[in-house]
Nanobody, 117 residues
Framework: QVQLVESGGGLVQAGGSLRLSCAAS????????MGWYRQAPVKQREMVAL??????????NYANSVKGRFTISRDNAKNTVSLQMNSLKPEDTAVYYC????????WGKGTLVTVSS
């Protein structure tokens, strides 16, 4: 079992920045990848950014809609993953979920990000 607790999020004006963090606990060694997904009203949940660890190197993947604006980072020693979100747009408004992948997916409870125009 893996438990995920998110922090950050809130209300920001368009063009602003926010930082989301997620702390993992439980069977940490089994985690292959961590990342963030989001779900806007009446839309399906979508991947925002994922990061996997290959030895001492982390590999990041981003949704096209956030490339160049969002940066994902992972601290393996602290079992945390963060998402720095810059140049936020109203269409980034959604509930953001932390995700950890082992042989199954684990999810945090979500944190709301609202970007006003």
């Amino acid at each position: 079992q893996v438990q995920l607790v998110e922090s950050g999020g809130g209300l920001v004006q368009a063009g602003g920045s926010l930082r989301l963090s997620c702390a993992a606990s439980g069977i940490i060694f089994s985690i292959n990848a961590m990342g963030w997904y989001r779900q806007a009203p009446v839309k399906q949940r979508e991947m925002v950014a994922l990061i996997t660890s290959g030895g001492t190197t982390n590999y990041a993947n981003y949704a096209n809609s956030v490339k160049g604006r969002f940066t994902i980072s992972r601290d393996n020693a602290k079992n945390t993953v963060s998402l720095q979100m810059n140049s936020l747009k109203p269409e980034d408004t959604a509930v953001y979920y932390c995700n950890a992948q082992t042989t199954m997916d684990y999810w945090g409870k979500g944190t709301l990000v609202t970007v006003s125009s």
